[in-house]
């Protein structure tokens, strides 16, 4: 069985239990995925499984990527997977929802949106200089450095930047509910990214 799936975020909702109460839950279309090429231990150092995810446009297929699919579909999104016992898994054989199971963990891995420049204030949640009294900072950084010694700016500085756009894991994330029929998979809580982001799901002993 594999241990991991690729899919996309499609939003927000909330389910209800039978005693009324109300759990917001983010829907995920899980898979489905075609394996691709296993690795091994004797070939590859290591043993894994590499999976496929939504059909690539023909027009950007290329003799390498061609080379590479061989036999199968060329796909968008490759992505590579532990597995509880790799010689019961074949290329070709494809994967969706089924692999999880309701109750249990999963470890969820996207891009967070992308929120572009920002200061210290939005993207460190720094408290800001005094808004009276004659102080002209406000929302200002304030000193980044020291005096004579070491003269210069430690690495890793909380400084203004990029907000957002980089890749976040949330784990823990609790499988509420399946819809195998149409490959959804409803987990407890939020999934970093935007909706139709690709996000990736690991089980949680994986």
Same mark, same amino acid.
Do not use: W
């Given at each position: 069985?594999?241990?991991?799936?690729?899919? $996309?975020?499609?939003?927000?909702?909330?389910?209800?239990?039978?005693?009324?109460?109300?759990?917001?839950?983010?829907?995920?279309? &899980?898979?489905?995925?075609?394996?691709?090429?296993?690795?091994?231990?004797?070939?590859?150092?290591?043993?894994?499984?590499?999976?496929?995810?939504? %059909?690539?446009?023909?027009?950007?297929?290329?003799?390498?990527?061609?080379? /590479?699919?061989?036999?199968?579909?060329?796909?968008? =999104?490759? $992505?590579?997977?532990?597995? %509880? %016992? +790799?010689?019961?898994?074949?290329?070709?054989?494809? =994967?969706?929802?089924? +692999?999880?199971?309701?109750?249990?963990?999963?470890?969820?891995?996207?891009?967070?949106?992308?929120?572009?420049?920002?200061?210290?204030?939005? $993207?460190?949640?720094?408290?800001?200089?005094?808004?009276? /009294?004659?102080?002209?900072? /406000?929302?200002?950084?304030?000193?980044?450095?020291?005096?004579?010694? *070491?003269?210069?700016? =430690?690495?890793?500085?909380?400084? *203004?930047?990029?907000?957002?756009?980089?890749?976040?894991?949330?784990?823990?994330? $609790?499988?509420?509910?399946?819809? *195998? %029929?149409?490959?959804?998979?409803?987990?407890?809580?939020?999934?970093?990214?935007?909706?139709?982001?690709?996000?990736?799901?690991?089980? &949680?002993?994986?």
């Amino acid at each position: 069985m594999l241990n991991g799936m690729l899919g $996309r975020k499609i939003g927000m909702t909330q389910i209800f239990e039978e005693d009324g109460t109300a759990i917001p839950v983010t829907v995920v279309q &899980a898979g489905p995925v075609t394996v691709i090429q296993k690795k091994t231990e004797e070939r590859d150092g290591y043993s894994s499984v590499q999976v496929g995810f939504e %059909d690539l446009n023909p027009r950007k297929i290329n003799k390498p990527l061609a080379g /590479h699919f061989k036999d199968q579909k060329p796909k968008t =999104f490759l $992505r590579e997977f532990s597995a %509880d %016992d +790799i010689s019961q898994i074949e290329v070709g054989q494809v =994967f969706n929802s089924s +692999i999880f199971e309701e109750g249990e963990e999963v470890a969820v891995t996207g891009t967070s949106k992308g929120k572009g420049f920002a200061g210290t204030m939005k $993207r460190h949640n720094f408290g800001g200089q005094p808004a009276t /009294h004659g102080h002209r900072g /406000h929302r200002r950084t304030g000193s980044i450095g020291q005096c004579a010694t *070491p003269a210069r700016v =430690f690495k890793g500085k909380k400084m *203004p930047g990029q907000y957002g756009n980089a890749t976040v894991t949330v784990s823990g994330l $609790r499988v509420v509910r399946i819809l *195998p %029929d149409q490959n959804l998979v409803l987990l407890k809580g939020a999934v970093p990214g935007r909706n139709g982001g690709v996000v990736t799901l690991k089980k &949680a002993s994986h």
